[in-house]
Every structure is written in C-alpha cells, then in structure tokens.
C-alpha cells in the first residue's frame, strides 16, 4: 500500500479528497523495475495503471502487421506522469510497450479496483477520467510533435 499522503503529490489525484486517497491507497503498491525492463506489452491485457515515481519510461509501438515498424517511440514518461491508462478504457489492453529506459520506481495501481471505485464515487471517476484525458492529450501532443519532424 502507498500512503494517501505520497498519492497526493502526483497531479492524477490532485483534486481528490482525504477519504477517496485512502481508498486508492489500498489498491497500490510500489514496485521497481530495472533499466531495459518491459513494464506491460502492447496488446496484453491491462491490469494497472502507473505513476511514475523515479526513473524514466519509454512508450513503443509496433502496431503489429507486415512492414510496421518496431517499437517506434511514441512517449517518454518521466516523474510525476500517469501511463498504462488503457487499463482504464476498454478493451482494457495495452496500446504500446512499457519499457524503463532508466531504473524505475511505480506506483502501480489495481484498475480493476480503480474502476469500481470510480463506479461507485462519480466525482472520483470524473477528477481521475479528467486527468486522463489529459495524459492522453499530451501523449497525443508528443506523437504529433515526433511526426512533423520526420517529415522534415
């Protein structure tokens, strides 16, 4: 279990009060991963969301397919971000690989248990879908970045 205390530095659960961080503490745990370590793959079933807590995380797509590139980056998450957020829309899978490019330290989060509890509190649900809207909106952000410059 991560504390409720160290759950409110990160921007994800900014807006959330004392008695829902309880309740999202009892769903994490902390983990480390080393260098070249793979986190979660692309088009496996997604079972946590991640804060990053240490470290740095490199997002790769393949895409699958003949003539596809290998895991092209399309993210890199550093401190303080939220990733794994597909394992809070359905399908509930991976849309890339998770692989640290540094030693890493998470905050793994039980999505299953997340979603329930979104269920259950909806202003929950709304400030965390609001974050996540976000983090997808950067991560968006980063890949129409990336495309520009490959076409110069």
């Known amino acids: 279990?991560?504390?409720?205390?160290?759950?409110?530095?990160?921007?994800?659960?900014?807006?959330?009060?004392?008695?829902?961080?309880?309740?999202?503490?009892?769903?994490?745990?902390?983990?480390?991963?080393?260098?070249?370590?793979?986190?979660?793959?692309e088009g496996k079933p997604a079972y946590k969301l991640y804060v990053l807590i240490e470290g740095e995380v490199d997002l790769l797509y393949s895409g699958g397919g003949e003539g596809a590139i290998a895991n092209a980056l399309v993210g890199t998450i550093t401190p303080g971000d939220v990733y794994g957020i597909?394992?809070?829309?359905?399908?509930?899978?991976?849309?890339?690989?998770?692989?640290?490019?540094?030693?890493?330290?998470?905050?793994?989060?039980?999505?299953?248990?997340?979603?329930?509890?979104s269920e259950v509190d909806h202003t929950l649900g709304y400030y965390l879908m609001r974050n996540l809207l976000y983090a997808a909106i950067e991560r968006l952000n980063y890949v129409r970045i990336e495309l520009a410059a490959a076409r110069h």
Do not use: H
Not at 96 to 107: Q, V
């Open 86 to 117: 597909s394992a809070m829309l359905e399908p509930y899978r991976y849309k890339a690989t998770g692989k640290c490019a540094k030693d890493c330290k998470t905050i793994e989060i039980d999505a299953n248990a997340l979603r329930a509890l």
């Open 1 to 41: 279990m991560v504390s409720p205390e160290v759950l409110r530095r990160y921007p994800i659960f900014s807006l959330l009060n004392d008695n829902q961080l309880r309740g999202i503490a009892m769903i994490t745990e902390e983990r480390s991963y080393k260098k070249d370590e793979e986190i979660f793959q």
